[in-house]
């Protein structure tokens, strides 16, 4: 139980708890799994890192579940809050060009929309913006909801031209 083979295994059922949306459940395995290539492999190897991305990934699911309740309860700071946690750690575990990191910024932007914080919902959808054009490309249905949120931003900040 000390191999990194059982690592591996330890990984592959922790993703597919992690498919199933069982996410206690993944995190079980892959914490399991990272503590065995910690010491099998250490901390600096390719496959130590990979298992941390996994981790990382299971905790910013979580914490955006946790944001969708608390913004579909009407408590937008502890929304807002949980979201910001979420962002650093998709960035950390996927970087600023992952499509999952845009959704983060378009749920916190909408946070901010909805406090009518116009200003600061804009930056987030902008930055949404630039990700989704890039990564899914202009025809994309979710690039036009971005549109759409840019310009329903626009609008309520009466520059109408641009909305």
Do not use: W
Request: hydrophobic content about 25%; overall charge negative.
């Amino acid at each position: 139980e000390s191999h990194p083979s059982y690592a591996t295994t330890l990984s592959n059922i922790g993703e597919i708890y992690y498919h199933q949306g069982d996410y206690p459940k993944a995190l079980e395995y892959y914490l399991r799994c990272q503590q065995i290539k910690k010491m099998t492999l250490g901390e600096s190897h390719p496959s130590y890192a990979i298992t941390l991305s996994c981790i990382g990934q299971i905790y910013s699911a979580t914490l955006s579940n946790i944001g969708e309740i608390y913004y579909h309860q009407g408590d937008y700071p502890k929304a807002l809050e949980y979201f910001l946690r979420c962002q650093q750690i998709v960035k950390m575990t996927l970087g600023e060009s992952h499509p999952s990191y845009a959704i983060t910024l378009s749920c916190i932007g909408q946070i901010y929309s909805d406090q009518g914080d116009y200003p600061k919902a804009l930056e987030y959808y902008l930055r949404c913006q630039q990700i989704k054009k890039m990564t899914l490309g202009e025809s994309h249905p979710s690039y036009a909801t971005t549109l759409s949120n840019i310009g329903e931003i626009y609008y309520h900040q009466g520059d109408y031209p641009k909305a």
